[in-house]
């Protein structure tokens, strides 16, 4: 009886816990579903890390060598035979999108994936090891239930039982032609052979430029059967509203800016410089080489409006308003506004009043009509120099 007893504590599995300290949890497959846990106890069963629960991990984690097990903070687990995997965390936008279901955590939407160390998604943090399996109730007894067996061997040491490939869709992807296929918006693993047949199903039309489009998991299911491909035998993972969008580039709002200023400056400037006051919401134009050419460039009361042509490879694309406005603030001056005209000659300054001939900014020239100390009213022109004056040196 002790010599039995001695032998199953020899034997008995060895289970570690590991952690998630951080926003991610760890990414399994139980059944050929994806579950996820927050903490978990691990060992090698059959050459493959396993979960409590039957669990393999994703991707699989394979050694030939079950004992000295260990996973470093960033995820990298080993055994006594050598570096042999590293874990990959799965991140929800909210909690609340995750329910538990025997054991684990199932998920109502997709995640993004990342590594552990990488950000907010948290490191791998070991907890010990325990000598026995998880501890389940049988009537009235406690009893030590059995290690829970790793699920049938397949030919592929990465995917779950049934799987001959995985497809994992990116959460932004871009595409250039005009239908997309898997291998633009996914990443996919397997044999040679099913990478190179999944990259070229076609999945649907590209949009149109600045137009996302939502792609989702029957999409995918779709796709394959149109390739004659069983989406059973593949696992796939889509996040939340993964989008598709045409290639192109971006016209930031300093592009406009620095366009549209060169115009008004060019117009409108000489004393006056220009701030960006509006230029639009961000643009999305065709890959190729960019211009932007002033079409058209006229003043207000608040600033410079600029129309620009967008030409993308000397094509016009786009046309944009831009509106720039005076550097240190708006009008100085407006047409038929009453101002204090300073007149000044050598050292001697006279203060009258006068009526603005037209829009005029701080910093430039315009003409005044005041009334001169003969009561003839007549014209001088003199520099802005704030709101409500004007100096006119005679």
Known sequence: MIATLFAAAVIAPSWLGIRVDGTGYLRLVRQGRVVYAKQARIQVQDGHLVAEGGARFLPDVASSDSSGLKVDLMGRVSTSGGACGRLVLAQFSSDGDLRAENGFLIASTRPDLGDPGDGTWGVIRMDGSAAAGPQVKVGATETSAAAPAAPTATTKANLPPGKIGEILVSAHSEAAGDAFTLADIAQIKGDASEVQALSGVEIGRTPVMGVTRIVNESQIETGLRAAKLNPDQF????????????????????????????????????????????????????????????ESCSRNREGVSVVLAVNVNGQHVASRVVTLAPNGGGVGVRTGQSVKVSLKSGGASVVVTGICQSDAWVGEQVTVTITNSAGKRVQETGTVKDANSVEVKL
């Open 235 to 294: 696992l796939i993972e889509v996040p939340d509203r993964a989008e598709v969008v045409r290639t192109g580039q971006t016209v930031s709002s300093d592009q406009l800016y620095a366009a549209a200023n060169a115009a008004a400056v060019q117009q409108f400037g000489g004393v006056v410089t220009f701030v960006l006051e509006n230029a639009g919401s961000e643009l999305r134009v065709a890959p190729g080489e960019l211009t932007l050419t002033p």
